[in-house]
């Protein structure tokens, strides 16, 4: 074979590696960061202190390099549809429209628009969906994590492993937030749900369960996010979690590894990290740490930085469990990008790609089922096995289910049926609970004519008429099937 002929064959391959390079794009090509140092830069104290919370701030930052007409359709999200408050550090701030210079009034406008990390940090009036804005299922906490709660805050939902959220605040919030009937402050449309315990007593309460349920092996330790408790009082939790002898197994979940890397490259938190690291080592547990990259543009010289310092200091893994969403990562050139950038660049581990819950005005950021069964499909095989991400459906009373273990699907409705082989803490009592189907639903732009047509006629009915429409509309498929 010719090297032309190879080389052919590689271009003829639907996607081809090149070895990333990361880049920590230049804040100063914002006005309002014109005259930010270096040191600056690099000190966690100075990116929380300049946070964009909110417009007043956007504009100070952006100037008129933004159209009048983006300000206006980013108030109205606030006013109408935002269910998390804005708060973008600087750091996750800089990774939009990063490789564009400005070049006048406006010059950023389309580009900001389409910038697929604005997407779900910045979202606006004019992304969300019109016709069905939020699917008739949405509610505040889709994942029903709260009905599992065995103590404030610690959700028991899979037999072996808990949820603890330590705090209701994060460094950044996400639009598509799946904790967003918890996390962070009020908006508009979403009057938050408060912690009312004391957090020393929580987590004594979190702790007190731990011990008397030996079997509990695996913690995921989240919020909100670590990296907003100060790092002695979580030192203090992780120390005496790793105290309980069934605890194998703990993660760090942050976001802050990507959007405020500073965070985690402080010495009193990477010596932290080491203290605690070496005693996990010492009896026998892996702590891992979990973060959030959607996008490779967020991937930067920084957080590979961060990542290094973390995975030196002594954790077993540092892993991405990002979100499969509309317009910011749903097609394979970008998955694949994102993974690479992630594996290559910092160390990352690639490991989950969450489809995006059914939190309400999340429809525009939903895909299908069966279009996330096509990206699984499509990214296999380039990526080592090891590091090939699964994309996974977290069903309502189930939990994670990796989108091909699907039982059932009504692709013209947009309801597929899943099963599960564990109870939850909740179904200790349910005879049944192994036994019946449980529900997801597809975005309902993404149908058919005939499932929209089904569900425009039978999609405002209240819960209980609209479960009976359901029901019905299976049994008639059913029977079409058996006569069949």
Not at 279 to 286: D, K, L, P, Y
Not at 295 to 313: F, I, R, Y
Not at 443 to 469: M, N, S, V
Request: glycine fraction near 6%; charged fraction near 25%.
């Amino acid at each position: 074979m010719t090297a032309t002929s190879a080389e052919t064959r590689v271009a003829e391959q639907p996607y081809v590696y090149s070895q990333p390079v990361l880049v920590e794009p230049d804040w100063r090509r914002f006005p309002g960061w014109a005259d930010v140092t270096e040191a600056d830069w690099a000190s966690v104290q100075w990116q929380r202190a300049h946070c964009v919370k909110n417009l007043k701030q956007l504009r100070e930052l952006m100037g008129d390099l933004l159209d009048e007409r983006f300000y206006a359709d980013l108030e109205r999200d606030q006013n109408e549809r935002a269910t998390m408050s804005m708060l973008v550090p600087p750091q996750m701030m800089n990774t939009m429209v990063p490789h564009l210079e400005p070049s006048g009034a406006g010059s950023l406008t389309e580009a900001f628009y389409a910038d697929p990390v604005r997407r779900y940090m910045l979202p606006v009036f004019s992304d969300r969906r019109t016709d069905w804005p939020s699917h008739p299922h949405a509610t505040r906490d889709s994942l029903h994590e709260h009905d599992m709660w065995v103590a404030e805050g610690l959700t028991h939902r899979y037999p072996t492993k808990v949820l603890a959220e330590l705090l209701p605040t994060c460094p950044q919030y996400c639009g598509h937030c799946t904790r967003m009937d918890l996390v962070g402050n009020s908006t508009v449309v979403v009057d938050k749900l408060k912690f009312v315990g004391k957090p020393q007593s929580r987590l004594d309460d979190m702790l007190d369960y731990l011990r008397r349920n030996p079997t509990v092996r695996d913690v995921v330790v989240s919020g909100g996010d670590v990296a907003n408790m100060p790092w002695p009082r979580l030192e203090d939790f992780l120390g005496r979690l790793l105290e309980i002898d069934n605890i194998r197994d703990v993660r760090l979940a942050t976001k802050a590894l990507i959007g405020l890397p500073q965070h985690w490259l402080q010495p009193e938190v990477v010596e932290g990290v080491n203290r605690i690291a070496t005693t996990a080592r010492q009896r026998g547990v892996s702590i891992a740490i979990h973060t959030h990259a959607n996008h490779g543009n967020s991937v930067t010289p920084l957080v590979a930085q961060a990542a290094k310092a973390m995975l030196d200091a002594g954790v077993r893994d540092v892993r991405n469990q990002g979100v499969l969403l509309g317009g910011v990562n749903d097609d394979p050139h970008a998955l694949l990008d994102l993974c690479f950038r992630l594996l290559d660049g910092a160390q990352i581990m690639p490991y989950y790609f969450y489809m995006c819950d059914m939190i309400p005005y999340s429809e525009h950021w939903r895909v299908s089922v069966a279009q996330a069964q096509q990206l699984q499909h499509h990214i296999m095989g380039y990526l080592p096995g090891f590091a090939t991400p699964r994309i996974v459906c977290d069903v309502p009373f189930v939990g994670k289910r990796w989108v091909h273990q699907i039982a059932d699907y009504d692709k013209t409705h947009g309801i597929s049926y899943w099963t599960k082989n564990y109870r939850t803490s909740i179904e200790a009592s349910d005879a049944d609970a192994l036994g019946r189907f449980y529900e997801y639903y597809d975005p309902i732009h993404t149908l058919p004519e005939e499932g929209q047509r089904w569900w425009a006629e039978h999609g405002r009915l209240d819960e209980t008429a609209l479960k009976a429409a359901e029901m019905a509309e299976a049994s008639r498929r059913t029977a079409a099937l058996q006569g069949y």
